[in-house]
């Protein structure tokens, strides 16, 4: 629920709401989302596709330019369902000589009358809640098959499990796509980060990049999160949202990226965008972390 609805049903305001939902998270009785709150775990029923496409629409756009940045012409990539991936979809439509494989029938809509651009669709039964094709045919249509990258979404992350989402059908999908790729990016805004769903779909020793945006000043769990990532090795890219992107040691951000000034770039693994950030005990943004020591520290006070 949001934290107007809550306000509006018990009758006070969105600050004393914003007070108790903090004090409700501390015992364990709900898990504090952007703008809201949702029973603990993570671990209930799926938002449906109108519900989800809500839901922060201008974190995802960012994630989507930046992501699209990682795409070269001429590549093959399988691209998982979800409100994500399908902004993804509509940036990918300009790169030339590119090949969709896809689940998602909101992926293949978004490229249809992309002239440069092949999609090769799954088989498989159509789940109407994502506009997705699950089950064995979509599985079995992805055997054997072999791609540069993979983009997957979902509806959890943590650095314990990785990727997970409510669905078994769907889990068991993006597995199959997850075998096909070389390399698996996920893009996930800060509202899946420290969620944990029922079925995991990438652990987090299989994922090489991370590509979400900068959590709010008052969401430790997020930042926290973000750290135990870059810990395990996974790639991280912030989207900016607001700010314009520049450049970072003398290269230049993908699109939508937030310049990261005070931050050194870590050695590469691999072909990194600019302003990425990972290893071990020094991945997160200096002002992330500076930002949430000072929230600790006036909440003792």
Same mark, same amino acid.
């Given at each position: ?10 009758q ?6 914003r007070?108790?939902?903090?004090a ?10 952007h703008g809201g +709150?949702?029973?603990? @775990? ?5 938002s449906?596709f109108p519900q989800?496409s809500?839901l922060a629409t201008?974190?995802?756009?960012a ?10 012409e001429?590549?093959a990539i ?7 991936t399908?902004?993804l979809? &509509?940036?990918?439509?300009?790169v030339p000589?590119?090949?969709v ?8 809509? !978004?490229? +249809?009358h992309?002239?440069r651009?092949?999609v090769?669709?799954t088989?498989?039964t159509l789940?109407g809640?994502?506009?997705?094709l699950? @089950? ?5 249509s992805?055997?054997?098959l ?5 983009f997957l979404?979902?509806?959890g ?6 990727l997970?989402t409510?669905?078994?059908?769907s889990?068991?999908?993006?597995r ?5 790729? !070389?390399?698996v ?7 899946k980060l420290?969620?944990d769903?029922?079925f995991?779909?990438v ?9 979400t945006?900068?959590p709010?000043?008052h969401d ?6 973000l ?11 912030v989207?900016?949202?607001? !700010?314009?992107?520049?450049p970072?040691g ?6 939508g +990226?937030r ?6 770039l ?11 950030? &990972? @290893?071990? @005990?020094?991945?997160?943004? +200096?002002?992330?972390l500076e ?6 520290d006036m909440?003792r006070?």
């Open positions: 629920m949001s934290l107007r609805e809550l306000a509006r049903v018990v006070t305001s969105e600050v004393t709401v007070r108790d939902v903090r409700l998270e501390a015992e364990g009785l709900l898990d504090r989302r +709150a949702v029973l603990p @775990g993570g671990f209930t029923r799926e449906g989800k809500h201008a974190e995802k756009t994630i989507a330019d930046v992501a699209a940045s990682l795409v070269e001429g590549e399988v691209v998982g369902a979800g409100t994500t399908q902004e979809a &509509r940036r990918l439509a300009r000589g590119l090949t494989v896809t689940n998602s029938l909101l992926v293949a809509q !978004a490229l +249809a992309a002239n651009v092949e090769v669709m088989g498989g789940r809640s994502n506009y997705a699950v @089950g064995s045919g979509a599985e079995q992805l055997q054997g072999r791609v540069s990258r993979a979404s979902g509806s992350l943590t650095a314990e499990r990785g997970s409510s669905n078994m059908l889990a068991s999908v993006d199959a796509l997850v075998q096909a790729a !070389a390399e990016v996920v893009l996930a805004d800060h509202t420290g969620s769903t029922m995991q779909t652990p987090t020793d299989v994922i090489t990049r991370l590509v945006d900068e709010p000043a430790e769990r997020a930042a926290t999160e750290q135990a990532l870059a810990d395990q090795g996974v790639q991280i890219a989207a900016g949202t607001g !700010a314009a992107a520049g970072v003398g290269e230049q951000l993908p699109p +990226a310049p990261r000034r005070d931050v050194p870590p050695v590469q693994r691999g072909r990194m965008a600019a302003g990425q950030f &990972r @290893g071990p @005990g020094g991945g997160m943004a +200096a002002e992330t930002r949430t020591a000072r929230v600790a909440r006070r």
